[in-house]
Structure formats: C-alpha cells, structure tokens
C-alpha cells in the first residue's frame, strides 16, 4: 500500500489505552534526551537574550530579533520542505532496511536545497539596504547585520536536513549535541567576546554566524556516523526504482516548500508586523518577551521530535490503535512538563521581564498573553505532526495559511492602537485557529483524538498551584525582590509535584518515569 492511501482497519488488533506500546520506550528515552538539550539551551537563551538586553540598546536588540526572523524565514525556504520529507522517509526505509535509498534520499534533499540557498543568501545581500530601510530604517548598522546574517542561510538549511536524517533514524542525542548545546553554547561565548570587545551589533551576528558554522559540521559528521552504509536489507529479488522513490519525496516535500515558508512566518509575523507598524524599540520589548514565551514550547518540540518519526511508522504499517494512543499519552505529557513553564510567566510576568533591563516591564503584559498562546499549542500536542507524517501535507499548508491570514489581520487591526498587547492577541488568535482546524482534521480523518481523563491530573494539580501562590500574594506577604519570587516559585512546583504524585499516574506514565529514573541513574542526568 502506498503512504499516501488511505489505512484499513486492523480487524482484532485493537489496544487498550492502558496498554504500553513498544514504542513507548523509544519516546520516553528519546524525549529524555530531548529534554536535557531543551533544558540547557533554553537557559542559555533565555541568559543569552539577556545578555543582549544589557548590552545592546533597545533599537539594537530591535534590529537582531527582526533580522533573526528574516534568517529564519528565508532558511526555511532554502530547505524547500525537504527536512519533514527526509525524516518521514528516512524513517520509513530505514524501517524496511533499505538504507541505501535512505542515503539517496539525503543527496537528493542536499543537492536541491543547497543551491537554493545560496541563491536566497546572495538575493539577501543586495537587497539589504531595501529590506533594512521598510523594517528598520536607514540605519547603515542595519543593513550591514542582515548582510552578515544571509550569510548563515545555507549552514542553517545543510543543519536542518542532517538534523533531520538523525531524528528519522532515532538518534535524538545528535541534534542535541549540535544545535541544543554546541551551537547555543558557542554562540553565548563568542557573543560575550564580541561585545565586550565592543564589536556591538555586528560583533553579535558574527558571533551567531560562526557557532551556526560548527554546529552544521557536527550535524553532519553525526548524520554520517548513523546512516548505515551496509547493504539493503529488502526481500530478495525486490527492485528499487530510485526515480519512483525520489517522485515520492518531492510529491510529498513540494507543498511543505509553502507550508514551512508561511509557517515560520507565522511564527515571527506579530515581531515583523510590529517592526512596520510600530518602532524597533518595541520590536525589542516584544522580541525578548517572546523569546520568554517560547521557551514552553521547548517542551512541545521535546517530545514531538522524538513522536514525528513514529507517527510515520505506526501510519505506514497500519496501526490507527496504537498511534491513537500514543499520540493522547504524548500530549498528556507535553501538558504536564508545559503547564509549570506558563504559570510562572502569568505569576511572576514582571519579575521575569525585569531581568532584561527595568524598562522591559513594558512587555509583561504581552508575556501573560503569549503564555496563554503557548498553553493552547500544548494542550493540542503534536497534532501538525499527526496531520503531516500521514501523508497530508497539503491539509497541513490550508491550516497554516489560514493561521496566518488571521495573525496579519489582527496585527493589522490590533498593534496601531494597542501595540505589543496587540500583537500578543493575534498570536493567541493564530495558536487558536490552527490547532482548532488541526483537530477537526485529525478526528474526521483519523478517528481519533488527544484527550482522555487523565487530563484532568495535570488541570487540577496547575490550579492548586497557581491558588497556593495567588494565597501567599494575598495574605502571607512574604517580603520583596528575589527572593520573595523565588520562594513563591520554589512553593508553586513543590505543590504541583505533590499533585501530580497524589492524583495518581497511569500505567504508561509510571512505565515511563522507571525508564527515564533507570537512563538518569545510568547516565549521571547527561
């Protein structure tokens, strides 16, 4: 059957959701070490936007956050929506033991993408002064910055694919060596170098550029090491016909070329929007509150990274029961490892925010509402993975246009009279519409869905702990500054925990944490 039909039903092959899928290990594991990487490179982001903050004026912090956007969004389509591809079909072939296939597919992602983006970089270069002018005003600083940058974009898309190829093949520790924690690392420190050096905004970018070099040579050395070079392991006498399989990865990839553009561009609309119809100093605000806001959904990613390439596997061997309950067990946890992350942004909005700098309280009330944004992604788990690794990705395009289309009209309506509130608001509203459409998607299409009971847990422990804190607000008073936050923050996880704990786990979840204990008395938490 090809991938792309539709799956029949496993007559007598139904699962009890209790039951502990073989793959459950697979994504516990992998989603554990998925988790070590988030949780190191989301402090070194969250000290590095800092650092950032207190070195860089406001307007400068303004220029880096837009000109990051712009990268993004243009290395998103360098890489053609081959990434997904190469992960969807690594992972199949990979799984049939056709690994030479595997490794044609790699080559054939590598030799488009890349020409295309250096095409897009050298584009970037001569239309600086034009993009730097609409966005940022005639600043030379400016253009000179987004000219370095366009630079990273073929590093960025040669990364992402060889990221891709491991992620595929299961090897999640990669990706988190290379761009978790070697990048973010490397980056933080020549940064450092750089400013104190007084290189300024320049010396930044520079920074970014050469850390982003390093981590694409040990994606790639890693994505080397772990695609095997032996033999296809195919049935005797099957015949490969390469130019068949390499139709299917660009049948499947072509709309993702669209979808992955208008998608990071969703993701950094309101930040570009607010740079045309408000000020880069609010750009600034705005960009280090969202880079606070993000850091929930470094949990999301964690899990859904590792959760990708089995939706594609349980899809393609036919197995609606068991993805049906894996998918309810993995959003139940990106809920439960999320729901502490958004509380302490809507509790301690304006502690967070003044770490940047005194005058970035401005953003805590647009941090309160990304939180918000960022609770609606968790609650609907990974459900864009579920839509595009069963073969619908030109579903997956309608979904994020339509979410586009309803974040740029918001913004429009909203940030001339509300400013950063406003683009805060239309990003709760595009979170919204697309994981709405997502689901309805995913339960008339699928028959299934991600929710269950044991939502419930993770609900009631959040809002005992969000009380316990809003009780110490009200009457406890337990003095001021840092160390009443951190006192009210420390109480807030410890009632959460015992919540969690007292309301019971599911065979799954307790099948899980043995595993994750077992790797983290193994491994020394590495």
């Not at 942004?345 to 309280?361: E, I, S, Y």
Request: with cysteine; proline share 4%; net charge positive.
């Amino acid at each position: 059957m090809s991938s792309f039909e539709e799956p029949r039903p496993l007559d007598g092959q139904l699962l009890s959701p209790e039951a502990a899928p073989a793959y459950l290990p697979r994504i516990a594991k992998g989603a554990m070490i998925n988790l070590s990487g988030t949780f190191v490179r989301t402090v070194l982001a969250y000290g590095y936007t800092i650092f950032l903050a207190r070195m860089l004026k406001v307007n400068e912090l303004g220029y880096f956050f837009l000109i990051v956007s712009l990268a993004n969004i243009l290395g998103l389509a360098g890489v053609v929506g081959l990434d997904l591809g190469v992960v969807r079909f690594i992972s199949l072939y990979a799984g049939e033991g056709r690994f030479r296939l595997a490794r044609r597919m790699l080559r054939i992602a590598l030799l488009l993408a890349v020409p295309v983006s250096i095409f897009l970089m050298l584009a970037t270069i001569v239309l600086a002064p034009a993009v730097a002018t609409r966005l940022m005003g005639s600043d030379p600083a400016a253009v000179a910055a987004l000219r370095i940058f366009a630079i990273s974009i073929p590093f960025w898309v040669a990364a992402k694919l060889f990221n891709a190829t491991t992620q595929g093949l299961h090897w999640m520790r990669y990706q988190v060596y290379s761009r978790d924690i070697g990048e973010q690392l490397l980056k933080f420190l020549l940064t450092a170098a750089f400013l104190v050096a007084g290189a300024g905004l320049a010396g930044a970018v520079w920074a970014n550029l050469a850390a982003l070099v390093v981590a694409t040579l040990l994606s790639m050395s890693f994505a080397l090491k772990v695609l095997p070079r032996g033999a296809d392991m195919a049935a005797p006498g099957t015949v490969i016909d390469n130019r068949t399989e390499s139709a299917r990865l660009f049948r499947y990839s072509f709309p993702l070329v669209f979808s992955n553009i208008i998608g990071i561009v969703l993701v950094w609309i309101d930040m570009i929007m607010l740079g045309y119809l408000g000020t880069s100093t609010e750009v600034g605000y705005y960009g280090a509150a969202l880079r606070v806001g993000v850091i929930s959904s470094a949990m999301f990613l964690a899990f859904a990274t590792v959760f990708t390439p089995v939706i594609s596997d349980l899809y393609n061997k036919r197995r609606p029961s068991e993805l049906g309950s894996l998918y309810k067990t993995v959003t139940r946890w990106v809920l439960v490892f999320t729901l502490p992350l958004v509380l302490l942004q809507l509790l301690f909005a304006d502690p967070v925010m003044k770490l940047f700098g005194g005058g970035f309280t401005a953003a805590s009330a647009a941090l309160m509402i990304l939180a918000l944004s960022q609770l609606i992604n968790a609650a609907a788990g990974p459900s864009g993975s579920m839509v595009l690794m069963s073969g619908r990705s030109r579903l997956e395009l309608l979904n994020i246009t339509v979410s586009l289309i309803v974040d740029i009209a918001i913004c429009l309506v909203l940030i001339p009279g509300h400013g950063l509130v406003g683009a805060a608001i239309a990003n709760v509203a595009a979170a919204t519409a697309i994981n709405l459409m997502r689901a309805a998607e995913i339960w008339l299409l699928m028959k299934t869905h991600a929710y269950d009971f044991g939502f419930l847990k993770p609900a009631g422990a959040a809002a005992a702990a969000g009380a316990a804190v809003l009780m110490m607000e009200l009457w406890l008073r337990t003095g001021g500054g840092v160390a009443r936050v951190a006192f009210e923050a420390a109480v807030m996880a410890g009632v959460y925990l015992a919540a969690i704990t007292l309301l019971g786990l599911s065979a799954q979840d307790r099948m899980v944490l043995k595993l994750v204990r077992k790797r983290l008395l193994r491994t020394g938490g590495s």
